[in-house]
């Protein structure tokens, strides 16, 4: 019978008998599945495994500092890495989704070969692959197909040419959960929404700023905190706050305000094939819709998503 503690086991002794003593890079995205595969490689081949996490200036308000911080204290062997302005500059005037997620892809292709360089005689890269990432689904737009045009231009970046181990590769998400809870994994990693490889990015409509990165991100630890203290965050599948390249008109005292719009969305999902938009009680929105135009300066106005998947997606780009 299947359960986490013998996954673990069996897991980890075929991890030795596969790696021995070679070393393995591992891409580290503060979500789920890289996580657990880490932790995993981690307790079979121990500081051989090391981990790298980039900062591209596209995820959550102090996330990286956060994912960081609780990666060291699991004792990963990790280097973060702040290429926050490779990313900026490779966006800058970008408006096209497809273009903009192609020159993140491409960034981070060459922070992470650059990264895994420094690493003396790797043999192997790990990764969180799980089955349904095999069986072809979650998106169709993720980082994969971005990584595959990219090799189409120029030859494979050297971390693509190691052998790769995939330790979660027969499991499905429910199952990775389990096995990191069975890890002792901090619940806040385990039960984190899913999160776009392009991140803020795909989530600030049009060309993308440091100044609009740092206006969303404000507005969307304001959404995400108050899902969490109203005890809705795990009831809900993806949620996140998206900022409008729209000005609007408002007053603020006696004055007239013309300033972007944000709008918050939060579905309900099985798998993010398709999805509802979720029925959040009018007082939570209320409070969030107060905080931020109170305390976010450059929003005067906020809206709520009520369409599902499809005919909309659930990411606005
Ligand atoms: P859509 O917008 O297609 O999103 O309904 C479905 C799920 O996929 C995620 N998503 C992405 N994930 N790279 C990713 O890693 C991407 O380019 C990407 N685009 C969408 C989205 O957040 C949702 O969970």
New binding site residues.
Partial sequence: DWTPDSFIETTIAALKEKVGDDKVVLGLSGGVDSSVAAVLLHHAIGANLHCIFVDNGLLRKDEYEQVLDSYKHMGLNIKGIDAKNRFYDALAGLSDPEKK?KAIGRVFIEVFDDAAHEVQDVKWLGQGTIYPDIIES??????SA?IKSHHNVGGLPDFMKLKVVEPLNTLFKDEVRRVGKALGIDPNILGRH?????GLA?RILGDVTPQKVAILQEADAIYINNLRSYGVYDKVW?AGAIFLPVQSVGVMGDERTYENVICLRAVESLD?MT?DWCHLPYDLLAKISNEIINNVKGINRVVYDISS?PPA???WE
């Fill in positions: 997620r979650v998106s169709v737009k993720g980082p971005t899913p999160f776009p490889g392009p795909i993806q993010g999805a998947k997606t659930i990411e």
